[in-house]
C-alpha cells in the first residue's frame, strides 16, 4: 500500500508554494481548497462577465520569492514592472508632485533628490523627513522591542508634523500595513522603509499585474502543480484534523456536504490565522486562542467606468483625500477598444468605508476625482460600484509580532503557512510565498520515519534536532 499524500490546506498562495515545494521534492501532495478556484484572496470574481479582483496588487521588485513563483509558473511578463520607483501623486486642482528614485547613487541617496524635490511638502518639512528616513534605517523590523512601538508616535518623536505624515508616510505604510500611522506596528513599517524603499536601490519599483489576478493565480498553479505530479481538489472544505493511533487524519467536506476521512503523511496547514486557530488539532500548538487577537483590517475598492480617459498614468496616489490610491484598469479588465477608462480607487484601512452605502461611497470619490482632475466633469459614468473585503489583512498592530508563530509546531509532522505566519513580514504575498517555502522546508527536514508513525510524543531534544530555521 502507498504512503498517504502530504495534505496542503488552503489553495492561496501560500499552499500553492507549500505544495509545489513538495511535490517538487518527489512528495506525493494533495492541496484541498474550500473554494471552486484558487488563489485565495489574491483572485478575481466576475460581475456582469467581466473579471473583478479582490483588490489591486501591487508588487515591489523586493519580492523575490513571489516574483520567483511567477517565474516558475511562467507569468512574470504579465506583471509591468516599473524600471525605476516613479509615483505620481495627484494634489488638488490638477497640480502633481512626483516622488522618483535616481537611477544611480548608494542607497539610500537614490532617495534623496525625489524627497528634496517633492513638492507636495514645504521645503523645512522635506528636510525634517530625510532625518526621519536616516533614523529608519538604524531601525531593526526584527527587534521584538521595535514591534511594541506604533509608527505614528515614534514620526511624531521624530518632529513629523500631522501633513508630512499625511502626505509622505501615510501614503506608503497605509497601503502596505492597512493601517494608519498611528494604528501600524514600528517593526513593520520600518520592514517596509527599509527592504522596500531604503536598503536596495531598486527595491521599491512597483509591478501592477496587467491582467486580472485570477490569471495569475488560478490556472497557472493549477497546471503547475498537476505537472509537479500533486492533486488539487477544489470546492473541499477541510472541516478537522485530527492525530489517530497510524498518524493524521484530515476530515473533508465536499460541495455535496459529503464528510470523507483522507490519511496524510503530513500536514500543511495554509488558511487564514482565524481558520488556523479552529482547525489547528490540539497540543500541536501552545495557545491558539491567541491567535484570533491578529484581527481584520479592511480594504475597499471604488470602480468607476468613465466613457473617456481621465487619469493620463497606470496608477497615482492621492495623499489627504478618500481616494487614497487609484489605479487605471482599463486594459487589465479588457475594456480598452472602447476609448472608455475604468479606475479603481483602493481604501485601506477601511474600517469607515466598509460600512458607508454604495452610493455616498462612489459620490465621494467622485467628487475627490473631479478636484484632483481637471477635465473629469466632462465625462460620464458609465458604470460604479464598490467591492469590500472586511479580512483583507490582518490587523498589522504594535505586539502582533509575538502572535506570528512561523512553519513549526510541537508535532513535526504538521506545519503552518500563511501570510500572517511570518513574524516581521507584513501580510502581503511576498509573506505568503515566504511562509509556503518555509512550511515545505520545515517537512522535507523531518525523516519520513517520524512522519509515518505520526510521532507526536517525539522527545524535546530530538525534536529540537528537526527544527530548521527558514
Ligand atoms: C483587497 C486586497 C488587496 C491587497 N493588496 C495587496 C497588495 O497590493 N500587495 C500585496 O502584496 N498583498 C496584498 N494583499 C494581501 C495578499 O492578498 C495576501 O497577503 C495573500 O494573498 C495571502 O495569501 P495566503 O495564502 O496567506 O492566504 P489566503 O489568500 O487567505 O489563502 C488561504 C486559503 O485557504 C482557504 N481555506 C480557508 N479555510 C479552509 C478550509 N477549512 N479548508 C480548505 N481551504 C480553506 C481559503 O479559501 C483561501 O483560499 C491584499 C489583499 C486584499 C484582500
Given amino acids: 500500500m502507498s504512503a498517504p499524500p502530504v495534505i496542503v490546506v488552503g489553495g492561496g498562495l501560500a499552499g500553492i508554494t507549500a505544495a509545489l515545494g513538495l511535490a517538487d521534492a518527489g512528495r506525493e501532495v494533495t492541496l484541498l481548497e474550500a ?16 473579471p473583478v479582483d479582490t483588490g ?61 524635490r517633492y513638492d507636495a511638502l514645504p521645503g523645512p518639512a522635506r528636510l525634517s523627513a530625510l532625518r ?13 522591542a521595535v514591534d511594541l512601538d506604533a509608527f505614528g508616535t515614534w514620526l511624531r518623536r521624530h518632529g513629523q508634523d500631522p501633513s508630512t505624515t499625511e502626505g509622505l508616510w501615510g501614503l506608503v505604510t497605509t497601503a502596505a500595513l492597512n493601517l494608519a500611522p498611528d494604528e501600524a506596528s514600528l517593526a513593520l513599517a520600518a520592514r517596509v522603509f527599509r527592504t522596500g524603499l531604503l536598503d536596495r536601490v531598486d527595491a521599491g519599483d512597483i509591478g501592477i499585474p496587467t491582467v486580472p489576478l485570477s490569471l495569475l493565480h488560478e490556472a497557472p498553479p493549477r497546471s ?26 484530515v476530515a473533508v467536506r465536499d460541495r455535496h456536504q459529503q464528510v470523507t476521512e483522507l490519511p496524510a503523511e503530513a500536514v500543511v496547514l495554509a488558511v487564514p490565522h482565524d481558520h488556523a486557530a479552529q482547525l489547528v488539532p490540539a497540543g500541536a500548538v501552545d495557545d491558539p486562542a491567541g491567535w484570533q487577537a491578529l484581527g481584520h483590517s479592511p480594504i475597499v475598492n471604488v470602480h468607476v467606468v468613465f466613457d473617456r480617459a481621465v487619469l493620463p498614468v497606470p496608477f497615482a496616489a492621492v495623499p489627504g483625500s478618500a481616494v487614497q490610491w487609484v489605479f487605471d484598469r482599463t486594459a487589465a479588465s479588457g475594456r480598452a477598444a472602447g476609448g472608455e477608462q475604468y479606475l479603481v480607487s483602493s481604501v485601506s484601512a477601511a474600517d469607515d468605508a466598509l460600512h458607508e452605502r454604495t452610493e455616498d461611497l462612489v459620490r465621494v470619490h467622485l467628487a475627490e476625482l473631479a ?30 509580532g509575538r502572535l506570528r508563530p512561523g512553519p513549526t509546531t510541537h508535532w513535526p509532522d504538521l506545519a503552518l503557512a500563511g501570510a500572517w505566519t511570518v513574524p516581521g513580514w507584513p501580510d502581503t504575498l511576498e509573506a505568503a510565498v515566504r511562509s509556503g517555502r518555509a512550511a515545505a522546508a520545515r517537512l ?26 527558514s
Avoid at 132 to 144: C, E
Avoid at 238 to 248: D, F, K, P, S, Y
Fill in 444 to 469: 522535507l527536514s523531518v525523516p519520513m520515519t517520524a512522519t509515518e508513525h505520526g510521532d507526536a510524543g517525539v522527545s524535546a531534544p530530538a525534536r529540537a534536532q528537526m527544527e530548521v530555521t
Fill in 371 to 400: 478636484r484632483h482632475l481637471p477635465g473629469l466633469e466632462h465625462a460620464h459614468v458609465l458604470e460604479a460600484f464598490v467591492t469590500r473585503e472586511p479580512h483583507a489583512t490582518f490587523r498589522q498592530r504594535p505586539g502582533t
Fill in 224 to 249: 503547475a502543480l498537476l505537472a509537479a505530479g500533486a492533486r488539487v481538489r477544489l470546492g473541499s472544505k477541510v472541516v478537522r484534523i485530527e492525530r489517530r493511533a497510524r498518524g493524521l487524519v
Fill in 56 to 116: 489591486v496588487h501591487v508588487v515591489l521588485r523586493c519580492y523575490e520569492h513571489y516574483l520567483a513563483l511567477l517565474d516558475r509558473l511562467g507569468v512574470t511578463p504579465l506583471i509591468a514592472l516599473q524600471d525605476r520607483l516613479d509615483i505620481e501623486v495627484l494634489l488638488p486642482r490638477g497640480e502633481r508632485a512626483h516622488l522618483t528614485r535616481s537611477h544611480r547613487g548608494p542607497p539610500p541617496l537614490h532617495l534623496l533628490a525625489a524627497l528634496l
Fill in 35 to 50: 473554494r471552486p478556484r484558487l488563489g485565495g484572496r489574491a483572485t478575481s470574481g466576475r460581475r456582469r462577465g467581466q
Fill in 132 to 144: 526621519a528616513a536616516a533614523a529608519l534605517r538604524h531601525l531593526d523590523p526584527d527587534d521584538p
